[in-house]
Antibody, heavy 115, light 111 residues
Framework: QVQLVQSGSELKKTGASVKVSCKAS????????MNWVRQAPGQGLECMGW????????MYAQGFTGRFVFSLDTSVSTAYLQINSLKTEDTAVYYC????????WGQGTLVTVSS | VMTQSPDSLAVSLGERATINCRSS????????????LAWYQQKPGQPPKLLIY???TRESGVPDRFSGSGSGTDFTLTISSLQAEDVAVYYC?????????FGQGTKVEIK
């Protein structure tokens, strides 16, 4: 069955970087785009953008350009979200999600940024 | 832009709950006659759970008290008989184009 398994929680200082992984299994990884969704504490769902898992081309939503980087390692069917120059407002749960006939979501990764 | 109404809703057990979602543009794709609109349920500390896709198709395992309707730009999620376990936040989502867009969420509580 389709599974997206994300890396564990992270605690970082402002100015540092973090890299969240999303390992896919149960389907052809390169056939379906991988989306990244942010959920700040007590807030709603916000799509950060997506990456074409066939070409590796990332597309960033408004507000997620510059410090956010989507990447892939297709050899291990894994997508990555890197956030550079972390700010306290980056504290959130980050989800990977893909759509194959129906939506499939990772379990989420909590990133906490403190000063 | 996806806009849900109301922002919160308190309903008695066994009563009907109705959540509306409006898209700023049509999510209907005429070539396959489908509306690219989904509904999710989210409980604290959990990822969103897909309830409805293609606007009205219930995901496997979702109780039949959940139903979706609508087309084009206006959609509705109905819980026909609210149960205690339905207390959650509900989101609509368009997947017609990228990036995906979500409604702001509707919190459903027991009256």
């Amino acid at each position: 069955q389709v599974q997206l398994v994300q890396s564990g929680s992270e605690l970082k200082k402002t100015g540092a970087s973090v890299k969240v992984s999303c390992k896919a299994s149960g389907y052809s990884f390169s056939g379906y785009a991988m989306n990244w969704v942010r959920q700040a504490p007590g807030q709603g769902l916000e799509c950060m953008g997506w990456i074409n898992t066939n070409t590796g081309e990332p597309m960033y939503a408004q507000g997620f350009t510059g410090r956010f980087v989507f990447s892939l390692d297709t050899s291990v069917s894994t997508a990555y979200l890197q956030i550079n120059s972390l700010k306290t407002e980056d504290t959130a749960v980050y989800y990977c999600a893909t759509w194959l006939e129906v939506a499939h979501w990772g379990q989420g990764t909590l990133v906490t940024v403190s000063s | 832009v996806m806009t849900q109404s109301p922002d919160s809703l308190a309903v008695s057990l066994g009563e009907r709950a109705t959540i509306n979602c409006r898209s700023s543009r049509s999510v209907f794709y005429s070539s396959n006659n489908k509306n690219y609109l989904a509904w999710y349920q989210q409980k604290p500390g959990q990822p969103p759970k897909l309830l409805i896709y293609w606007a009205s198709t219930r995901e496997s395992g979702v109780p039949d008290r959940f139903s979706g309707s609508g087309s084009g730009t206006d959609f509705t999620l109905t819980i026909s008989s609210l149960q205690a376990e339905d207390v959650a936040v509900y989101y609509c989502q368009q997947y017609y184009d990228t990036p995906w867009a979500f409604g702001q969420g509707t919190k459903v509580e027991i009256k």
